[in-house]
Each structure stands twice: as structure tokens, then as C-alpha cells.
């Protein structure tokens, strides 16, 4: 017998016989919990949104979208970038007045390239107030998952109020879980040694997200 | 399970030692308080959190009962998203697995995502036996594995140890494994943070092959979570073309939906974080992005056996947060070594005994490894009654009974160590049902109290060596009961 039929019998055996397609879900569990928490408006829970980003140690811009440009060149300025990653179908005008070398997103770019850029723009796809967190989903103004991983600084834009939610719920409605997702809240951090908050260990040090109003 | 802990001594003997090293008591006193209490914060933001924790348990209870239905759906739905399902009855399938799925790559060494799974198969030292070297990624688990240690905590695995233990391993035994710690390293976390970063970054960048475990698998979907914080498990999950996840079989849940409760309560039990930095989920492969191939293994070891007792099939819905370990006062004190297992602290006091049998020492040991005082229960965010789990587990080590091992009826023998707790209990029962008796024994205790030694002698030694007797009280709660009508008539 296989261990797929091993293990299946004996779960069967555990439950008193196959158990068979639950008809039950609907009704088993209870779901009084809350869609959000507290009821804002939408300038409030960009605010949030906002407010918890910072305070999980992410630095939060804000702008409009004509100023957008603008503030990407200067926070990779600042951030001295000679060189920044760029997903495949990232709007063309947000760079248009940054001057470090595009490394386009591509398949065949290796680890150890994507280690020597300084920085990556990238878009997402929504992000939850409750939690200061952004989701990317793999669209190709995000690119692959990596790109937002090696470089050692992110810059994220969020499009205000269309890309942000409240909750948790709320934003798994939102995505379609057939692609892979990556959900960010800060940057990378760890508490390993004697529980000291110590940010960067494997991921970017610094994440920095624009908030960018809709015109 | 492995033979990772094997000639561990039971509980109280480790226990014994372990609340006599000072340092390791300072450090995990300092660690669990300060989780515990930012934990609480973070939950009292959720206005519904006993709503979340009842519907947690409720999904659980209910992918249990119906294990056999999601997991064929959990396989049809991996297999059509581009993986390949493999099934493990014990650890030591799940490593031949595992072992093969890595040469079939040609490769001999792997970058690890923590993961409690491969830890309780003891697939590290499975693979360093087959010539396979398995990195592990996470700060801490490198901490355990370059001081040649076992982890202590689910969450914290290096808890025990502090800084400049961490700067003396690291400066000591990172240049054997790779790239070396810096010249005049110090101990502040910025800069052993900063070693951790180089000396493993190199492993990333030429990694082919990562294997992982998951915090949870969607039915549905075929999607994986991990929820982490460093990085460290985006790398495993990301650079490699092959990717691994090793996972027991009660890690389902049954809709996409399911995950809103989840990634609500776990980051906040856990790390008391209203999320964690990075959480990543997968369905399959994708084009172009991340590992080309993906195995996903399911083990049962145990968790069938588990499934089969009722009152213990509710550890299965543990979701690893550790919130138990940093309230539990048994834990404060003799540390995770102590447990001697992966799973420490009231959880691992009822599941590793359920998972490998009450046959060892230790694993009999393991249900008295708790005070019964509940606090591990108030925190579960899946409502396990841990105690009521203690309790029933005892009752098994004593009277022995009818449990299932590795899919078969036995019955099991009373345990012999237990010689004076079986007649200790067996007292209590008969003093129980003759109240008279009870009453006065009870007064007879409280006014002979002075007398009392602090430790039993005769065949009670044992017991009382690592206990200290119970204050008797000066009046019996009766006797005050009847003096007061209830507390009708004031104190005193
Ligand atoms: S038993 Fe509950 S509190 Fe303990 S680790 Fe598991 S889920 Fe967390």
C-alpha cells in the first residue's frame, strides 16, 4: 500500500469512517468577527495606513501624482543610488527625472546582479491600513518577487485611497491567490538577540513608501 | 518523531538542572515577560479577538473532522498549480523523500527556512549523514546550529542564549561554515545582525535548492503561507529553482478566506506584532518567477495517532505562535531544553507525547511538566484546553488504556515509574467519594502544619524531590465554610 493510502486510512480510521465531503463549512464556523476595526473615513484610514508604516520603521512620503517624479529622484538622490531596478511595466514617466542606470526585471538577471543594484521602485497591488502593511502581488509594474528582496532599498508606491484597505478580510478579497504574494510590513527585522528590534537582516534596511494622491 | 533528543533525561531531572543556571533563567525571565506583555497590547486592539480565536478553533475543529476530504483536495489542487504531493507516514520517510528530492538535483547542500516539521524528523542531521549540507537561514537557528545547540523556544529558538555568548560563536565558528565573522566583532545586536547578514547572503546567492515548512495550506487553492520576519524565508522561498516544504498534514485550511482569521491572530500571538514584516504565499510555480520545480511533503508521523484520541485531537489545531511558552511559569523557569523536544512548553507538554507515545521517560514526564494553571489556555488563540489535554494525558501514563500507535489499537500498560502517583491518585479518589474522610484529613493537615517536612519520605520522595509540598492552609476551606456560612458572616 502507498503512504498516501496508509495515511489516508488512518485518518479515516481516527474519524470513524471516511468523512466525505463536509457539507457542514457553512455552518461550522462562525464568522462574527469583524470585516474592520472602527469606522473611518477614507482620508482617515490613509492617515492610518500611514501611522502604522511609520511605526513599524518604514519612512512614509506623501504626494501628489504630477509631484511623483519628482520625489522618486530625489529619494533615490538621497539614498545615493548609482543603479535601481525596474519592474517590466512600471509607469514610464514615474523615473523620468531619476538618474541612476535602469536594471530592467528579467528572468535571466541572476541573484548576485540583483545584489550590486542599489534600489528598486516598484508599484503594489493593495495595502491595509490596520497593519501598515503592502501587498504585492506579482503584477509587472511589481515585477518578481526577488526585486523587492536583494537590493538593499525599496521604494514602494501606493496609489491613494484606490489601492488601500482597512483589514486583513478586506484585502484577501482583493487578490487572486493563484499569484504569488508578498505581503510587507517594514522593513526586514529580527528580535533574535535578547529581543532587541534589529532591522535589515536579510531583506531590504530601508523600505520607503510613497503615498501618491490620485489626480 | 526523531532521535534528536534520545537519552534525554525526563522532565524533572532536566528541569532540575536547568532552574539552577542562573543565566539561562535571567535571560528567559526577560524574554517571556517582555513578549507577554507586548503581546497583550497588541491584542487588546481587536475589539473582536474572541471572535477571531473562536472562529480560528472553529476552522480547525472542523478541517479535522474532515482531514481526509482536504487533503485530497490539498493534493489535487498543489498537483494543477505545477507541484508534485509527496506522502510521509514517519520521519523517516520524510527524510529518505527529501534526500532523494535533493540529489535528483545534483546538488549537496540546501538553504533552510526555519521550520518546526523538519526539526521534529531531524532532517539536518538525516542529510549531514547523506552528505547533503543544510544551511539554516534564520538568525536564530544559525545561532543553534553554529553553537552546535538545540533550539529552546518555537518562536525564539536562541532565547537562552545572550549577546555575548552570540559574539563568542559567531566569532568562533562562522569561518568553519563559510564566510567568517568580522575582525573585532562586538556584541551589540546591530553588528552580530550585520555578521548574520554576510556570512549567509553568500549561501543565498548560489542556493539551488531551499526547503521549508509552512505556517499554513489552503485546500482550495493549493496556496503555501509562510509568515516570517528577516527576509530570510523569501530568500528560501524565491532564489533556489527547487523548492522543498516539508509539512504535517494538520496544517490545513479549508477556503482562501480562512487566512483573513489567521494572519489577524498569529503575528499578534506571536510576536505581538500587528503583522510580521514579511508574509509570503504560494500556489504552485510561477513563470519566470521563483523556483522553476516545487515538492510539497506531507507527514503524518504521529498526527494520525493524535487525530484518533478526542480529547488530545485539539493540539492539532496548534498554530506554533508560542504565546503559551511566555505565560507558561513552568517554562520561565526550566527553559526549553527541558521539554526535550522540538515542541517546548505546555504545547509540547501534550503533543509530543501524543506524536512519538508515553513509552519513554520523558514523554511519561511530560504531562507533569505543568502547575495546571491555565494561562496557557487563555492565550491560545485557537482555544486549546491544554490543561484539560495534562489532565487526560496523565490519567494515561497511570492507568495506561486503549490509544493508537502509528495507525493500530493498543493498549497501553500503566507507565512503571508511576508507581506512587498511580496510588497517590488512587487515595484521592477514594477520599474523594467519602467526604468524611476528606474533611477530616483536611483538618488533620491544617492543624498538624507546622510539622510538616518539605519533603515526603518513603516512596513519596521521588515526587516531593522536585516539588516543594503545598502549603496547608490554617483552616480548611469546609471548616471556614461552615464557620462563615459562606462568607455570610464576614472573615473572622
Ligand atoms: S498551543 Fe496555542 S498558544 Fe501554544 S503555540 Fe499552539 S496556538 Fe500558540
Known amino acids: 500500500m502507498s503512504s498516501r493510502d496508509v495515511i489516508l486510512g488512518r485518518v479515516r480510521r481516527a474519524l470513524g469512517g471516511p468523512a466525505g465531503a463536509p457539507s457542514t463549512y457553512a455552518t461550522d464556523i462562525d464568522r462574527s468577527y469583524l470585516r474592520e476595526h472602527g469606522s473611518r473615513t477614507t482620508e482617515e484610514t490613509v492617515e492610518l495606513l500611514a501611522e502604522n508604516l511609520a511605526d513599524y520603521r518604514a519612512i512614509v512620503h506623501r504626494c501628489s501624482a504630477g509631484e511623483l517624479p519628482r520625489t522618486l529622484m530625489r529619494l533615490l538622490a538621497e539614498h ?54 503592502i501587498v504585492l502581488d506579482g503584477s509587472p509594474d511589481q515585477g518578481r518577487r526577488r526585486i523587492t528582496l536583494v537590493p538593499d532599498h525599496h521604494i514602494c508606491v501606493v496609489r491613494v485611497p484606490g489601492q488601500v484597505v482597512s483589514s486583513v478580510p478586506q484585502a484577501l478579497e482583493r487578490l487572486d491567490p493563484a499569484r504569488p504574494l508578498t505581503w510587507i510590513s517594514g522593513p526586514s527585522a529580527t528580535s533574535d538577540i535578547e529581543l532587541d528590534r534589529v532591522e535589515g537582516v536579510h531583506g531590504p534596511r530601508t523600505l520607503e513608501v510613497v503615498l501618491v494622491s490620485e489626480d | 518523531m526523531s532521535g534528536t533528543f534520545v537519552g534525554m533525561p525526563a522532565f524533572p531531572k532536566a528541569a532540575h ?49 474532515h482531514l481526509d476530504h482536504y487533503l485530497v483536495q490539498l493534493e489535487e489542487s498543489v498537483t494543477a498549480a505545477g507541484g508534485t504531493v509527496h506522502w510521509a507516514r514517519d520521519a523517516d520517510e520524510a527524510n529518505r523523500i527529501v534526500t532523494r528530492l535533493v540529489r535528483e538535483t545534483g546538488e549537496s547542500e540546501v538553504v533552510k527556512v526555519k521550520s518546526m516539521a523538519t526539526q521534529e524528523i531531524g532532517l539536518n542531521e538525516h542529510l549531514e549523514a547523506e552528505g547533503i549540507r543544510a544551511y539554516e537561514t534564520d538568525l536564530a537557528e544559525l545561532i543553534v546550529q553554529l553553537g552546535d545547540d538545540r533550539p529552546s523556544h518555537i518562536l525564539v529558538p536562541a532565547i537562552h542564549r545572550n549577546r555575548g555568548e552570540i559574539r563568542d560563536i559567531f566569532a568562533q565558528e562562522m569561518g568553519r561554515w563559510g564566510r567568517p565573522a568580522p575582525e573585532g566583532l562586538t556584541d551589540t545586536p546591530a553588528e552580530l545582525a550585520e555578521a548574520a547578514r554576510l556570512h549567509l547572503r553568500e549561501k543565498f546567492l548560489r542556493a539551488k535548492v531551499g526547503v521549508s515548512g509552512a505556517n499554513f495550506m489552503v485546500a482550495e487553492t493549493g496556496t503555501l503561507v509562510v509568515v516570517e520576519s528577516e527576509g530570510n524565508g523569501r530568500m528560501c522561498l524565491t532564489l533556489p529553482e527547487t523548492l522543498i516544504s516539508v509539512v504535517g498534514i494538520e496544517k490545513i485550511v479549508p477556503t482562501w478566506q480562512d487566512l483573513e482569521v489567521f494572519l489577524q491572530t498569529l503575528p499578534r500571538s506571536s510576536t505581538a506584532e500587528r503583522m510580521n514584516p514579511y508574509t509570503s504565499t504560494w500556489t504552485g510555480t510561477t513563470d519566470g518567477d521563483g523556483p522553476r520545480t516545487f515538492h510539497l511533503v506531507l507527514i503524518d508521523n504521529g498526527r494520525t495517532d493524535t487525530l484518533a484520541d478526542e480529547v488530545g485531537r485539539q493540539a492539532l489545531r496548534c498554530i506554533r505562535c508560542s504565546a503559551c511558552l511566555n505565560v507558561c511559569p513552568v517554562y520561565e523557569r526550566a527553559g526549553g531544553h527541558a521539554y526535550g523536544s522540538v515542541y517546548p512548553g505546555p504545547i509540547g507538554a501534550i503533543l509530543s507525547p501524543q506524536l512519538r ?40 501514563v497511570v492507568e495506561g488504556g486503549e490509544v493508537t500507535l502509528r495507525g493500530t489499537k493498543v493498549t497501553l500498560k500503566p507507565a512503571k515509574g508511576h508507581a506512587a502517583e498511580r496510588a497517590a491518585m488512587r487515595a484521592a479518589r477514594w477520599a474523594f467519594t467519602h467526604p468524611a474522610v476528606l474533611a477530616t484529613g483536611q483538618r488533620m493537615a491544617s492543624r498538624t502544619r507546622r510539622f510538616h517536612p518539605r519533603t515526603v519520605p518513603g516512596p513519596g520522595r521521588a515526587w516531593t524531590a522536585t516539588r516543594d509540598l503545598p502549603q496547608v492552609p490554617a483552616e480548611s476551606f469546609r471548616d471556614w465554610w461552615q464557620r462563615t456560612d459562606g462568607g455570610k458572616e464576614g472573615q473572622k
Open chain 2, 357 to 396: 507515545g508515553t513509552a519513554s521517560e520523558i514523554d511519561a514526564s511530560l504531562p507533569y511538566a505543568s502547575s495546571l494553571c491555565g494561562a496557557c489556555y487563555e492565550v491560545c488563540p485557537v482555544a486549546i484546553d491544554i490543561p484539560e489535554v495534562l489532565v487526560h494525558l496523565r490519567e494515561r
Open chain 1, 80 to 133: 545615493g543610488a548609482q543603479s535601481v531596478v525596474v519592474p517590466p511595466e512600471l509607469p514610464a514617466s514615474w523615473l523620468a527625472e531619476a538618474d541612476p542606470v535602469r536594471i530592467h526585471d528579467r528572468a535571466a538577471n541572476t541573484a548576485a546582479e540583483l545584489d550590486r543594484a542599489d534600489s528598486v521602485v516598484t508599484a503594489c497591488a493593495v495595502a491595509v491600513a490596520e497593519t501598515g502593511t
Open chain 2, 17 to 65: 538542572d536547568a532552574v539552577r543556571n542562573t543565566t539561562l533563567r535571567a535571560n528567559l525571565k526577560h524574554a517571556t515577560h517582555t513578549i507577554r506583555d507586548k503581546r497583550a497590547r497588541a491584542v487588546a486592539e481587536l475589539d473582536d479577538w474572541a471572535a477571531l480565536r473562536e472562529a480560528g478553533k472553529q476552522i480547525k475543529d472542523h478541517t479535522l473532522r
